[in-house]
């Protein structure tokens, strides 16, 4: 029962936050985001400054909109895993009281 207290302390204490892993992203992961700052670089110095500036706000209407689905399917998976949980947990009562 140990590791279920830790996590559940880890939790509840804000020390599980899955979108600041460390280290998790491959190297296909890597090479997209490289591309991205390198195309947007390039429309930035083309843009006149209010193009600029219009630009940026759309690149943080998109972030918002992912962080927004991002966090959909966060509790939409974790719901999901925790149902799966419960559904263990039945069946294992059932096994044992047979």
């Avoid at 110095?45 to 966060?74: G, P, V």
């Avoid at 939409?76 to 263990?88: E, K, N, S």
């Amino acid at each position: 029962m140990l590791f279920k207290k830790r996590i559940l302390h880890d939790l509840y204490n804000g020390n599980i936050i899955p979108w600041e892993r460390h280290g998790s992203h491959s190297e296909k992961y890597n090479e997209l985001l490289s591309k991205i700052e390198e195309e947007e670089r390039y429309f930035i110095s083309k843009m006149s400054l209010d193009d600029c500036e219009r630009f940026q706000e759309l690149s943080q209407l998109h972030m918002e909109l992912s962080t927004s689905e991002e966090d959909n399917l966060f509790s939409y998976a974790f719901t999901i895993g925790v149902l799966l949980a419960m559904d263990i947990i039945k069946e294992t009562e059932e096994i044992y009281n047979d």
